[in-house]
T-cell receptor, first 110, second 114 residues
Framework: LAKTTQPISMDSYEGQEVNITCSHN???????ITWYQQFPSQGPRFIIQ???TKVTNEVASLFIPADRKSSTLSLPRVSLSDTAVYYC???????????FGSGTRLQVQP | ETGVTQTPRHLVMGMTNKKSLKCEQH?????MYWYKQSAKKPLELMFV???????ENNSVPSRFSPECPNSSHLFLHLHTLQPEDSALYLC?????????????FGSGTQLSVL
């Protein structure tokens, strides 16, 4: 299973765009890239998933370069409520579940 | 609402007590998971069930005993716990076998062992 590396923490201000990059150098051909958001004392929540190029939904965008060795989660115009931990996971298939990494703790200031 | 319900939401127990955590998923998924999250630490995978069969046990002490009677229900039986077992216990489910598999988590049980 592919190992991921993310920044431990990031700071931003309300209204700014935030980009969180995840490195996954040994991603396998069939692996999807999935991002989750976790608030304190709650379970992680699915944000977005992609395989290649760009994916956009109502919450975020996910940019994946051609070599797929990294991915960038983009949160447009963050608000205080976006303060959370963001996890990047690669390659959850069938019976084998990934252990989450440390994630990126995003702090949004007013 | 994620479709995964955990009860109780909070639990305080002594080291000699026996209690059970319950998880129920209403998503028609075929895989269920228990995770543990200690304060300010990453989630640790404890157990995985696929089609009601335990397929992974991440070296969890025997004082934690999982049970999966059917694909919609998952239990975690607790006995003679230690204070260091205090943590947020999260249940998740997924539709296993798909390349774009996603995990759906419950809100967790915040456990305090006194």
């Amino acid at each position: 299973l592919a190992k991921t590396t993310q920044p431990i923490s990031m700071d931003s201000y309300e209204g700014q765009e935030v980009n969180i990059t995840c490195s996954h150098n040994n991603i396998a051909t069939n692996d999807y890239i999935t991002w989750y958001q976790q608030f304190p004392s709650q379970g992680p929540r699915f944000i977005i998933q992609g395989y290649k190029t760009k994916v956009t939904n109502e919450v975020a965008s996910l940019f994946i370069p051609a070599d797929r060795k990294s991915s960038t989660l983009s949160l447009p115009r963050v608000s205080l409520s976006d303060t959370a931990v963001y996890y990047c996971l690669v390659g959850l298939t069938g019976r084998r579940a990934l252990t989450f990494g440390s994630g990126t703790r995003l702090q949004v200031q007013p | 609402e994620t479709g995964v319900t955990q009860t109780p939401r909070h639990l305080v127990m002594g080291m000699t007590n026996k209690k059970s955590l319950k998880c129920e998923q209403h998503l028609g998924h075929n895989a269920m998971y228990w995770y543990k999250q200690s304060a300010k630490k990453p989630l640790e995978l404890m157990f995985v069930y696929s089609l009601e069969e335990r397929v992974e046990n991440n070296s969890v002490p025997s004082r934690f005993s999982p049970e999966c009677p059917n694909s919609s229900h998952l239990f975690l039986h607790l006995h003679t716990l230690q204070p260091e077992d205090s943590a947020l216990y999260l249940c998740a489910s997924s539709q296993g076998g798909a390349r774009n598999e996603k995990l759906f988590f419950g809100s967790g049980t915040q456990l305090s062992v006194l």
